[in-house]
């Protein structure tokens, strides 16, 4: 206890010491003066010099070091100083000129007129950037947008007017144009009051961009592939949500038209028309009976009807099981259904596959006639028929999916004219938009 301390130098710690605390140099960056709003007063934000120093310096100086137990050991560094670009001086001096600029508020020429908005609420906008080789004096949007909003967008807003456009399928067949109108540029008048504060100069005026007239369209459309088409991308468009739609007729004229029917929707609940098929299919090779048990008591015959008549998600779940991921969706594929799959994270289909499900099954090219019998006889009792059945004239055999945004109706419509499929794959839509859209197809189809 009477003998004075011995210090060993571990050399890895220094070194991890000089990492950690300086890195790859000992440079201190300066740090420029700025402004500072405190209420609504401009405080200055002071300069500090930084400076810059030789790391073997530093390694010298700390392995000459003595420590001693009752004394604080310092050490010290020859340092190059590196003064701040923007100075305190440099800031107090900004702060006395924009002073001088707003003591009295800033005018403002807002169209025909002049807003002097006061000093006390512009105060309270400003933000300042001494990043480079000044001060620069910013507006902050956002603590703006309220003044601005009620004081000075009204001065200069003027109402576009209303161009009218006729179209017949996709072809536009005449136009009148309505009058531009003009709103405030926000960005652009922002950054003009702020350039005004850093730097004074012309008074500042309140920048305007132009506003296109509204479009009103008086829409036309042809009983053929092209303006049925036309009806279905244009619906699809001026309405919210997205769309996939597919229309097939299988007899008369036999007109096809279709917006985005390879577009990819999660199946919803139509998933099941592909679970019947593979169900039947396994019935007609004799590996599947009627009277299996399935679930909860249900048989197979039980199980496939309620499946398709209200949509059951237990009697779904387990016959896809039962089928297969990886076979069902080969079975697909093999019947032209090349979009649809149950191999992802999600099983997805599209408008077109599902028509061309629907169209197989009506023509009997998918299955024997007694299955398909007993599918479009479930279909036709589905109970949810608030989409297509609801839009359509005639008997409506039809398939629902509902998740979450997603409403989806895969129909075959028997009308006087012979039947046609439509299928309708929403995200965001709504079941009164699938009846609404079904009776404006029926209604060109019929003309």
């Not at 039809?398 to 028997?414: M, P, R, S, T």
Request: hydrophobic share 40%.
């Amino acid at each position: 206890p009477d003998k004075a301390p011995v210090y060993r130098y571990d050399q890895s710690v220094l070194d991890d010491y000089m990492k950690k605390e300086l890195g790859q140099s000992c440079d201190v960056a300066p740090s420029n003066a700025s402004l500072k709003v405190e209420k609504t007063k401009l405080g200055i934000v002071t300069a500090e010099a930084g400076g810059t120093c030789r790391l073997d310096d530093v390694r010298h100086q700390l392995e000459r070091v003595t420590p001693k137990l009752d004394a604080t050991t310092q050490v010290k560094v020859a340092v190059k100083e590196r003064p701040p670009v923007i100075t305190t001086d440099a800031a107090k001096q900004l702060r006395t000129d924009l002073e001088g600029l707003i003591k009295d508020g800033v005018a403002v020429t807002a169209g025909s007129e002049t807003v002097t908005i006061p000093r006390d609420q512009l105060v309270t906008w400003l933000d300042f950037d001494s990043s480079g080789e000044a001060i620069v004096v910013k507006v902050n949007a956002e603590r703006s947008a309220k003044y601005v909003a009620e004081h000075l967008a009204p001065k200069v807003a003027r109402a576009a007017g209303v161009s009218k456009v006729s179209t017949m399928d996709f072809v536009e067949t005449s136009r009148v144009n309505g009058p531009a109108g003009q709103a405030i540029n926000t960005e652009q008048t922002l950054a003009s009051l702020g350039a005004f504060l850093t730097r004074g100069g012309d008074p500042v005026q309140v920048a305007v961009r132009p506003v296109a007239p509204r479009v009103e369209y008086t829409r036309s459309y042809s009983p053929t592939d092209t303006g049925l088409s036309a009806l279905l991308q244009q619906y699809a468009e001026s309405h919210p949500g997205s769309f996939g739609i597919s229309l097939i007729e299988l007899s008369g004229q036999r007109r096809h038209a279709s917006f985005n029917d390879t577009k990819q929707f999660r199946t919803a609940s139509t998933y099941k028309l592909f679970v019947a098929y593979g169900t039947l299919k396994r019935v007609e090779a004799g590996t599947w009976r009627w009277s299996d048990q399935i679930q909860g008591g249900r048989t197979l015959e039980k199980c496939f009807d309620d499946m398709i008549v209200k949509s059951d998600n237990p009697c779904g779940e387990v016959l896809l099981q039962k089928i297969g991921f990886r076979a069902l969706t080969d079975e697909l594929k093999a019947a032209g259904l090349k979009n649809s799959s149950f191999l992802g994270k999600e099983p997805v289909t599209t408008a077109g596959d599902l028509s061309i499900f629907n169209a197989a099954l009506e023509s009997g090219q998918l299955v024997s006639p007694a299955s398909r019998d007993r599918l479009i006889g479930a279909m036709k009792r589905n109970i949810f028929r608030q989409g297509v059945p609801a839009g359509a004239n005639g008997t409506v055999a039809n398939k629902v999916g509902f998740l979450e945004a997603y409403l989806h109706d895969a129909a075959i419509i028997y009308g006087p004219n012979g039947p046609v499929v439509l299928s309708v794959m929403t995200s965001g839509s709504s079941w009164a938009t699938i009846a609404d859209l079904t009776r404006q197809i029926e209604a060109l189809r019929n003309r």
